[in-house]
């Protein structure tokens, strides 16, 4: 069930794997955030964002290409889907594209402009945007930009004008427990701390532990100036809508933590 | 299963190994979109599946080298679609073979029927002894490189990699006349792995240094890129940091 976060934007949540090797690794260790004995879910997410017209920002994996369908058909009804934005290229958001554009054949791919090889992923038609492209929606507006961290060289980041929602794809993810699922990070009565950032970025950002962790810090520092988000809605984590710089700052934190000890794991 | 008699010939790197080095063009030059394919005494493996888009050539080729044997499994370094998109057809054409995956949760790489994979661990694929590597230059987190202790290849998905130009497609980078330019490895890196901006080159040689050290390796092999004799990895490793260096050099934080 899709939950409608803020009035016209539905947050869609795949949760489906429990990740046991996770959950062991918590109790290995000091984790104020984790409860022993629950499950740990790193979900993906899909935002739909409907105005005078409709978007979907990714697809969910290929594991739940029957809810993202039905999520769509619940909310939107007669109405059409209007703009398909794949963030990139990766299976957990862009799984179910094909599936989505045969139950909506009139809505226009968008994808990255960004990286080359478009039609490997069979991009090479989609509308591309990057930094300067936005689609207004009528009561929203839509603004993309580069990624600034990122897996895939095909990527994009967007952004919505009216409410200050960055959404940063990978960026900002985080693990959560069972009960957790669809709950914003302000009704949580655990903690999203470095720790918490960290079991998520120090096994999906694994490259962080090979970079200058000063310019890295310096860079986290920029985007927070330039986005100052009032809303962060990843790929991967629950949506912050309070307070969002700080867990932006919380991120140096974490960077310098997988500077120092290396990738903490892998997901899965 | 027909065998078109205009096949491209695999290319033999050792006895036991051969690269199917499929091409696609992009801005001017050519990108490889690599397969490597393993003879054991078990029967042949895949490492990576290739792209559809080269997906009849990839499959005449694994035809015809094979003996119409096809394939007994596919290794994956990761889903990434030019990497892991002919594993269906490859599956409808020669039953349900082994399919490992890399590292992660294959159910949402779209990929339920897969073996997972370990980082830092080994797995025996037809008889054959497989090692799963902490992969330091790659984009998605689920990438692992391979290394296969009967060959002594390291396969290296991503990473190691090098645009090239129409009639080196088939070359090692022993047979370019000094190697592979650094232009070409320069520019293949930093298109394809944006974090290299932020890259300390210390911490990556470093790395890399250490792999060697564990691994004895004979060839690396890499998906997007001509494949390197241990022989010429030096000189490979000397332009690999001279390009991470550049990346990270060109790129300041803006204030």
Redesign the interface.
């Known amino acids: 069930m899709a939950r409608e976060f803020i009035p016209g934007v539905f947050w869609i949540q795949e949760c489906?794997?429990n990740l046991n090797d996770l959950a062991a690794a918590m109790l290995m260790g000091s984790h104020d955030w984790y409860r022993q004995g629950r499950e740990i879910h790193i979900p993906?997410n899909a935002y739909l964002f409907v105005g005078k017209k409709t978007l979907l920002f990714d697809t969910l994996?290929?594991?739940s290409s029957n809810q993202i369908l039905t999520e769509l058909s619940d909310i939107l009804g007669d109405r059409p889907l209007d703009y398909l934005v794949v963030s990139h290229?990766?299976?957990?958001h862009a799984?179910n594209t094909f599936k989505i554009l045969r139950a909506y054949p009139r809505a226009t791919l968008v994808g990255p402009r960004y990286?080359?090889?478009h039609?490997?992923?069979?991009l090479e038609d989609a509308f591309k945007v990057g930094e300067g492209d936005s689609i207004d929606l009528g009561s929203f507006t839509l603004k993309f930009h580069e990624a600034t961290?990122?897996?895939?060289?095909i990527s994009v980041w967007m952004t919505e004008a009216n409410t200050g929602m960055l959404l940063p794809v990978d960026w900002i993810g985080m693990p959560h427990m069972d009960g957790e699922c669809l709950k914003c990070v302000d009704e949580l009565d655990t903690q999203v701390d470095a720790d918490r950032l960290l079991q998520f970025h120090g096994?999906?950002?694994?490259?962080l532990?090979?970079?200058?962790a000063p310019?890295?810090i310096?860079?986290i520092g920029?985007i927070n100036r330039q986005f100052n988000p009032n809303i962060i809605a990843p790929s991967h984590g629950l949506v912050i809508r309070q307070d969002a710089s700080r867990y932006m700052d919380l991120m140096k934190d974490v960077v310098q933590s997988i500077s120092d000890r290396g990738?903490v794991g892998?997901?899965? | 299963m027909g065998v078109d008699q205009g096949v491209r010939p695999t290319i033999k790197l050792s006895p036991g190994v051969e690269w199917i080095n499929e091409c696609?063009p992009?801005?001017g030059r050519h990108?490889h979109?690599s397969v490597y394919l393993i003879r054991t005494a078990s029967g042949y493996i895949i490492v990576d599946s290739g792209?559809y888009?080269h997906r009849e050539s990839v499959r005449s080729r694994i035809v015809t080298a094979t003996g119409q044997r096809g394939l007994g499994a596919i290794i994956l370094s990761h889903?990434?679609?030019?990497h892991s998109?002919n594993v269906d057809a490859f599956r409808r054409e020669w039953g349900e073979i082994d399919v490992i995956a890399s590292?992660?949760?294959p159910?949402?790489?779209?990929l339920?029927f897969a073996k997972?994979s370990?980082?830092g661990g080994s797995l025996d694929v037809l008889g054959r002894k497989f090692s799963f590597i902490?992969?330091?230059l790659?984009?998605?987190?689920?990438t692992s490189w391979i290394y296969d202790h009967g060959s002594r290849f390291l396969f290296t998905a991503d990473g190691m990699g090098n645009y090239h130009h129409p009639g080196q497609c088939a070359l090692t980078f022993g047979e370019f006349p000094g190697g592979v330019p650094f232009s070409d490895i320069y520019e293949y890196h930093r298109?394809?792995?944006?974090?290299l901006r932020?890259?300390?080159s210390a911490?990556?040689r470093a790395?890399l240094e250490s792999i060697y050290a564990q691994f004895d390796i004979s060839f690396i092999a890499p998906v997007h890129g001509n494949p390197i004799a241990v022989e010429h990895l030096g000189a490979f490793m000397d332009r690999l940091i001279e390009t991470a260096n550049r990346i990270?050099n060109e790129y300041e934080?803006?204030?």
Do not use: C
């Open positions: 489906g794997a993906q994996s290929p594991a290229t990766d299976t957990p799984g990286g080359d090889a039609e490997l992923y069979h961290f990122l897996d895939a060289p096994r999906v950002f694994f490259w532990q090979y970079v200058n310019k890295t310096a860079e920029r990738r892998v997901v899965g | 696609y992009t801005q990108e979109v792209s888009y889903a990434d679609y030019p998109g590292s992660g949760v159910e949402l790489q779209g339920p997972k370990k980082i902490d992969p330091p790659a984009d998605r987190s689920h298109t394809a792995l944006a974090w932020y890259v300390d911490r990556l790395r990270a934080v803006p204030t």
